[in-house]
């Protein structure tokens, strides 16, 4: 599987006036990611500093955070905070019936822990160094939060695809948690110390790899690429057992959609109409007032759609709204699944509509765009950014005062499970996930800036993977506190489910 080639323009200097001055920002426009809803009115007549020359400056910034210093993690100075009181704190207005199942759910393995517990890397990550170049980072790039997914044009494609924690921050943070994935995952895979380093490097050199050429390629060409599992590319070699995989898996996305989900998830009753089969805790039928506000979030969610798209809705009508559990750090979220129908009961629509919560980054970078304190419209920025091509049907709404994100539950989805992860397809698939991470920060930051600042060297490979290799006893640790938490009775858990 491969990211689509392009070629680089050769860009002429061009020299900046006093007058061509960022409007904001440090270092000759870098480190400030300026978004016209910062405040600031776009200008298009300030001319960017020439991408040769912001390489260097990224060059630069090494000077004052190494790329060695990203191998230290020692918080035995800094007090860090109890795992299991952050996470107690992270479940304040959730659903308190369901909190029990998120943390059976993270005892399940250290990889589980690690993916339901980002508000305790946030934590951790803040500590770490930072060349304070800032991107809108995903928050939560772990492995399994990449996968195959459809586009409008009905193409497969692979790219990250979970945005609850997206946010404006470091791009050093988004890498970090992939490379603790990882170690972690690595681990339950059966990869000794060395062979999880290698896999490390392999990551952080497919992100390397990616931003370097994305240095100085054209921001149009940026954006119009998409990684297309089934393609093959110069420069990213695949073996054929990975190839096999991703091929697999890609024709599993082809029969994921809306008519195959039906028969799963719905029947059909004596009297005609379609309903959710239950099947608690997961899935269950909601109260007439819950259904009432939900189908009122839906209408006001048409809004956030483009005209044409909130016209394709009004096509449609809903036929059941249920409640349904997702994910590991999401549970206890308020989640909603609705059934709808179009033209005929040939033509279901689900729609998930999905709590969209203060990101667990929020406490340690500055405050955001005010119009982004919606959180809903926060998650939608964040993926439409971040992903190649996005979901025809997402946007978001508010129900009880509440902001929530509404997308297709199905839309020609499939992922890898790390399980299959063996061999060289483990190496393979982590330089995959860490190129198209890099493509998604070229998006909206300076890819020639981070370009130079990681360089053409392994340096920051083989301080990550040292970082990596420290983090994942870190959160065994963590892990296993939890456990004993649980066995103990601190901490409630409902597990096997």
């Not at 005010?370 to 992903?387: F, I, M, P, S, W």
Request: aromatic share 8%.
């Amino acid at each position: 599987m491969a990211v689509e080639k392009k070629s680089v323009p050769k860009t002429s200097p061009v020299k900046e006036s006093a007058s061509s001055s960022p409007p904001n920002g440090t270092d000759a426009g870098l480190g400030k990611l300026r978004m016209p809803a910062d405040g600031h009115k776009l200008d298009i007549r300030y001319v960017r500093v020439p991408w040769q020359q912001r390489r260097e400056i990224g060059k630069s910034l090494r000077a004052r955070t190494p790329r060695e210093s990203h191998a230290n993690k020692d918080y035995s100075t800094l007090k860090r905070p109890d795992p299991l009181a952050l996470l107690e704190l992270s479940n304040r207005g959730r659903q308190e019936e369901f909190i029990p199942l998120r943390m059976g759910r993270m005892a399940a393995s250290p990889f589980a822990f690690l993916r339901g517990s980002a508000c305790v890397m946030a934590w951790d990550l803040s500590k770490t160094p930072s060349c304070g170049i800032r991107v809108i980072i995903d928050g939560d790039a772990h492995l399994n939060n990449f996968g195959m997914y459809g586009t409008p044009q009905r193409d497969v494609i692979f790219d990250l695809n979970d945005f609850d924690e997206a946010s404006i921050g470091p791009w050093e943070w988004d890498l970090k948690r992939l490379v603790a994935s990882v170690n972690v995952a690595g681990r339950l895979n059966g990869l000794n110390v060395k062979d999880r380093a290698d896999a490390v490097r392999q990551c952080v050199g497919g992100y390397r790899w990616n931003i370097q050429r994305l240095a100085g390629m054209g921001v149009l060409d940026t954006w119009y690429l998409h990684a297309y599992p089934t393609r093959t590319q110069a420069g990213f070699e695949v073996d054929p057992k990975s190839s096999a995989l991703f091929r697999r898996t890609a024709a599993k996305a082809l029969t994921q959609t809306n008519a195959t989900l039906i028969t799963k998830l719905a029947r059909r009753e004596v009297n005609g109409s379609w309903r959710f089969r239950e099947t608690p805790p997961i899935l269950t039928r909601v109260n007439d007032a819950t259904r009432e506000k939900v189908i009122d979030g839906l209408n006001l969610y048409s809004k956030s759609l483009h005209p044409e798209r909130s016209y394709m809705l009004s096509q449609y009508h809903v036929a059941d709204i249920a409640h349904r559990v997702v994910g590991i750090g999401s549970v206890g979220t308020r989640a909603y699944l609705a059934l709808l129908f179009g033209n005929s009961d040939n033509d279901p629509l689900f729609l998930q509509v999905k709590e969209a919560v203060a990101p667990v980054y929020a406490p340690y970078v500055p405050r955001g765009p005010k119009e982004y304190e919606d959180n809903g419209k926060r998650v939608v920025t964040g993926q439409t950014a971040l992903q190649a091509s996005s979901d025809v049907m997402l946007g978001h709404t508010v129900i009880d005062g509440r902001p929530y994100l509404v997308r297709q539950m199905k839309n020609m989805k499939a992922s890898i499970e790390t399980a299959e992860l063996v061999g060289k397809s483990f190496g393979v698939y982590s330089r995959a996930c860490a190129a198209l991470l890099g493509r998604a920060h070229a998006r909206s930051g300076d890819a020639a800036a981070i370009a130079g600042y990681c360089g053409g060297s392994p340096v920051l490979d083989d301080a990550l993977a040292i970082w990596a290799e420290d983090y994942g006893n870190q959160t065994e640790r963590d892990h296993e506190r939890l456990v004993k938490a649980i066995k103990s009775g601190r901490v409630k858990a409902i597990t096997g489910i």
